[in-house]
């Protein structure tokens, strides 16, 4: 009876301690296979905000770290991204915060490649596209040569 005690603890604090999240470094938003780092503190006047570029599609996975797309460990799906008067992209980007309350984003590094990005990209859907036709093709004249 005390050794099933016991067990049953072990298991519950080495399973606990699987289930814990991420801690991220810092706020970041993705966009376009580029990672920016939020910069709170860094308001940003509506004068200095262009047009929207987009806005956060997914969330970062806070177990795994993993994320694909435009996406943030923070942001709620929905939040605006624009770009940054006389500042090029590949710089920084600003984030709509609130109604009219925008922040830096000061970019870091490209995003890691993944499965979800490759397969997500419009070039994937054109290759898969021309794959289809040839295959349809050869299969056509395989039927008119019998």
Not at 13 to 39: C, M, N, P, Q
Not at 48 to 62: L, N, P, Q, R, W
Not at 127 to 142: A, D, E, H, S, Y
């Amino acid at each position: 009876m005390k050794k099933t005690i016991y067990l049953t603890i072990v298991i519950l604090l080495v399973t606990s301690t699987f289930a814990s999240a991420l801690s991220w470094a810092y706020i970041f938003v993705v966009h376009d296979g580029k990672v920016y780092e939020v910069k709170e503190d860094m308001l940003l006047d509506q004068s200095e905000v262009g047009k929207m570029i987009g806005k956060v599609e997914t969330k970062a996975d806070e177990y795994t770290g993993d994320y694909y797309g435009n996406a943030s460990n923070y942001y709620e799906i929905g939040t605006d991204y624009f770009k940054i008067e006389d500042i090029p992209i590949n710089e920084a980007i600003a984030v709509e915060t609130e109604e009219g309350h925008f922040v830096k984003a000061v970019y870091v590094h490209d995003a890691l490649s993944s499965f979800k990005n490759v397969f997500l990209g419009m070039n994937v859907w054109v290759v898969v596209g021309i794959f289809v036709i040839v295959l349809v093709g050869i299969t056509v004249l395989r039927s008119k040569q019998r």
